[in-house]
Nanobody, 120 residues
Framework: QVQLTESGGGLVQTGGSLRLSCVIS????????IAWYRQSHGKHELVEKI??????NYADSAKGRSTISRDVVKNTVFLQMNDMKPEDTALYLC???????????????WGQGTQVTVSS
C-alpha cells in the first residue's frame, strides 16, 4: 500500500514562506510524475510538478514564488513557497502517478493534505 504523507502546513503571514514535505512510502524514482495540488473553495489546481526525468512545470499563480524539489534518498518531495498571499490559502495535496505495466496502465495516489493558511 503506497502512502503519501504531507507535512509543513500552518499559519503564515502575507509575504512569509513555508516548506511543505511529502514523504512517499516507496522509492520516488519509480514515479512518472510527483506533484503538489491545492484545493480551496471548490477549486482544485496544480501548483507544481516534477517528472521522473526532472522536468518541472508550475501554475502561473505560483510562478516565481514556488519551487519543487526532491530528495531521492529520503523519498521526499518538497514545495518551497515564498512571498505567500492570502489567495494561497488552501489544502495542499501531494500526488504521484506511476506506470504499472508494459501496456502503459497507470496508478495514481493522493495524500491527505496539509492545510496552509495565509493571513492578511
Amino acid at each position: 500500500q503506497v502512502q503519501l504523507t504531507e507535512s509543513g502546513g500552518g499559519l503564515v503571514q502575507t509575504g512569509g514562506s513555508l516548506r511543505l514535505s511529502c514523504v512517499i512510502s516507496r522509492n520516488i524514482r519509480g514515479y512518472d510524475v510527483i506533484a503538489w495540488y491545492r484545493q480551496s473553495h471548490g477549486k482544485h489546481e496544480l501548483v507544481e510538478k516534477i517528472t521522473k526525468g526532472g522536468n518541472i512545470n508550475y501554475a502561473d499563480s505560483a510562478k516565481g514564488r514556488s519551487t519543487i524539489s526532491r530528495d531521492v534518498v529520503k523519498n521526499t518531495v518538497f514545495l518551497q513557497m515564498n512571498d505567500m498571499k492570502p489567495e494561497d490559502t488552501a489544502l495542499y495535496l501531494c500526488y504521484a502517478v506511476r506506470t504499472v505495466n508494459v501496456e502503459g496502465a497507470t496508478r495514481d495516489y493522493w495524500g491527505q493534505g496539509t492545510q496552509v493558511t495565509v493571513s492578511s
